[in-house]
């Protein structure tokens, strides 16, 4: 009994003192463990349970990514796992809400990341579970978080939903980008993405750099398409890649068009 709550403890799970008698903290300590592990949560410790505990700790954890408005089991898993870990995530609710953020976000700044409040491979290696299920975004017409964009200077609330590479795009263009995305992978063309939306606080960044001489061509800031939830810069290599051909000849099946001529990595959704 004694190893089953050191197992525990070093798997992040607090079963309180690792004194052999499986009591009441002990049995939610299990219990929480199994849920984390998508383990069926009866709080009895068979040979599943076991090797999950002897395996706890060999590897880094991995999930799906989520992101403000995420809902779902993955969600209550990462609340419970940051709630042990010290973090408060508020309530194991499976709503990834502002409280949740904040944990995320004070989780990754104490572990060296970058604190964006997304939780992708990294940040789920950092927690070390393993989670899987089933995850559903909010939002107006079926997006996902809605946020402060920009159009043309002016702050307009837009609906954003994922793309790959952990990025996110308006709702419609995200939809837009993701069929097309699908299209060139049977073609066998990977459209890596390196940028989606943009807040206000990247946007200036990439504004300083580019006027301080240290960074490519940035437009001011509320004036940017990634602002606006509609640009997306994919990793063509140039335009003589198979990749730069193939948006060339297929992106605007999608909406999708090349706006900036000295950019062949910026496309724009433009339907």
Request: aromatic share 8%; net charge positive.
């Amino acid at each position: 009994m004694v190893t089953l709550q050191n197992k525990l403890k070093a798997a992040g799970f607090n079963p309180g003192a690792s004194d052999g008698a499986f009591g009441p903290k002990t049995e939610a300590a299990v219990k929480a463990f199994q849920r984390a592990r998508g383990l069926t949560a009866d709080g009895i410790v068979g040979p599943k349970t076991w090797a999950a505990l002897n395996s706890a700790g060999s590897s880094g954890g991995s999930g799906p990514t989520l992101r403000p408005g995420a809902k779902g089991e993955p969600v209550r898993a990462l609340q419970q796992r940051l709630n042990t870990l010290g973090f408060n995530s508020g309530t194991a609710d499976g709503s990834f809400g502002p409280k949740t953020e904040a944990a995320v976000k004070a989780f990754q700044k104490s572990r060296g990341l970058t604190a964006d409040g997304i939780v992708g491979p990294k940040t789920w290696d950092k927690l070390g579970i393993k989670v899987s299920g089933n995850v559903t975004t909010g939002g107006p017409s079926g997006g996902g978080r809605v946020v402060t964009g920009y159009v043309n200077g002016s702050p307009r609330q837009i609906s954003l939903s994922p793309i790959p590479n952990g990025k996110e795009m308006r709702s419609d263009a995200a939809a837009a980008f993701n069929r097309m995305h699908a299209a060139a992978r049977a073609a066998g063309i990977n459209l890596k993405v390196n940028s989606g939306f943009r807040s206000m606080a990247e946007q200036q960044a990439l504004y300083r750099a580019y006027q301080n001489g240290t960074g490519n061509l940035a437009a001011k800031p509320g004036y940017s398409n990634h602002q606006g939830g509609i640009a997306v810069d994919i990793n063509v290599g140039g335009t003589g890649t198979s990749t730069y051909r193939w948006l060339a000849a297929n992106a605007k099946n999608y909406g999708f068009a090349r706006t900036v001529p000295s950019e062949p990595w910026h496309w724009e959704f433009r339907p």
